[in-house]
């Protein structure tokens, strides 16, 4: 088990230093063969050569693509200084760097924007798990019923439906026309756990029934396949109660699979729920990734993109040790 | 969900001679059809999957004709009419977005371009975009995912490793980044087209990996049948059971989620155009439409609900279409 778990978080250090390195190859290579150069980005349009060529021996865009990521991971485990002559500027660990354009550290905007999307994630998630699984599996229990196929038609309605339009329409009806729901907005939970939720609750619901339908649809169909098994005709046989049939032997494994959905569902929205953020004007990881993407900024989307990788492996990993607890089939190791 | 082992398909595609001699004689009545006619007469009888598909090519046909549409109905798309705006509001006059006999979807704000054109000229984009990537998509997805099946050893341990890390990988956050810094024109291509290909090409990349490890399963589980043995002792070499053995019992599969990634594909497109890195204005895209709508859609929510419903109805028709065909083509989905 330790072996495993050893073995597991060197593949996610890995995978980390991969996907940092496509990013920052694809950063460096396509700009230079595009013909923007980076130190003019930081520095402005209009600067004289002497302060680019300063601003690039600073920030080491001069040395090659590798030296380059060298350091650039050197930062975050060590902290580095940025260095031109006399002119230093130390960078303590973790280090990403500082902004192109207003020379602000990365870290510590990342770091302040991460509660924005940990709120919206987990909240959205708690909905959405809820939601989806009880109508999922009301509805393999009664297959074919009324109830059945409206709840299928309206998950097969939200599974085609985009966050960038039902958010809008949700802020047309709910904020702007009735009046019901504040301007969506992020207070932290410390200061007003009140205004954290009135502020949330639009994003949630409107992120959670995209979800909740993938999830109702997913559910339906892995229960139908569970309840069709033999084992659960066995357990109805031993004249167990039919609650006892459903919930312990037909949920266990009519959810399992659902567990690696959620893993990477959740993952994935943890590093940076850029169309929700971007809806909703909520400044998250989301936010910034789109920030830095605009204004080409390489250590913004860098950071960002690191952050992403690190919800997505975690979760991954939370996943796959889940699985030995839940699935007695799997074994660790 | 899954698509399991084709066994009851394969049978039905390719009945053994034995068989055929047997119905021949005694059983007149009953013809041997197809896993084709079969599929096909069950989707013929799913009204929902018809419906779909009815919905899908009205969309391809307009997308096709959308010059004459324009010359019938519209205007051009690029086309300004300010007589149609509230001066001192920017926003359309009349009610509903500007709809009249003349726009028949309305106006934009401030400029007055036609809707109507602009929806019409989108589809072109949109399905240009979500057809030749899942195409792309596939391609790669087969390719690779045979090969890994197939050939096994390291070439699958490389092949299932590249698979998982580009699922591992924040898409969008890198589709977004890889758009954005990608040049507005290339290889002489005006800024449409080269746009419409990056996004094809970006988009058909990120795609694979999910027909990859389906085909790869299927493949996998297919080298070890007895027809493929057969034909292996017959002396056929490894291509002619790649592509005359193993992919015709593929081919279901392959369809099914050719399909279903299609409007997947149509909502990457429309949240990278929603984004800013999508078609490049003045050419409309549906994404790019709700991206403008975002400043007006308080005051003018119709030139936010057009694009969105359009967006709606085309992703919910491939869906139902999908659904149908997967149903028809594997008895055991139900």
Redo the contacts between chains.
Sequence with gaps: MLAYLIRRLLNAVV?LL??TLV?FG??FL??KA?GSDPALLYIGKQADPVAVEGIRTKLGLNDPIIVQYGKFVKGIVAGRDYANGPDVTHCSAPCLGYTFKTNQEVWPILIKALPVTISLAIGAAVLWVLMGILFGVISALRRGSVWDRGVMTVA??G????I??TG??A??IFV?GLDWLPNPEYTPFVDNPAKWFSGLILPWVTLAFLFAATYAR?TR?NMLETLGEDYIRTARAKGLRESTVIGKHGLRSGLTPLVTVFG?DLG?LL??A??TE?VFNLRGLGYW??NG??T?DLPT?LG??LF??FF??IM?LIVDLLYGVIDPRVRLG | MSLGPETSLHDETTPTADAAQVRDKGEKAIAGRSLKQIAWRRLKKDRVAVGGGVVIIALIVIAIIAPLLIKLLGHPFDEYHNDRIDPTLGLPLGKLGGLSKDYILGVEPVNGRDIFSRIVYGAQTTLTVAFLSAFLSTFLGVLFGMSAGFLGGWVDSVISRIMDFLLAFPQLLFSIALVSVLPQSMFGFNTRWSRTIVLIVVIGFFGWPYIGRIVRGQTLSLREREFVEASRSLGARSPRILFREMLPNLAAPILVYTTLIIPTNILTEAALSFLGVGIPPPFPSWGGMLSDALQFYRYDPMFMIIPGAMIFITVLAFNLFGDGLRDALDPKAR
């Design positions: 995978t991969v996907v990013t694809v950063f396509v700009p595009t097969l309605a599974v085609s439906l985009p960038y339009f809008l329409l802020l047309t702007y997913l169909a990477l994935a590093g940076g850029i169309l971007a990734a789109l993407i605009r080409n989307i960002v993109t992403a990788a997505i492996v991954n």
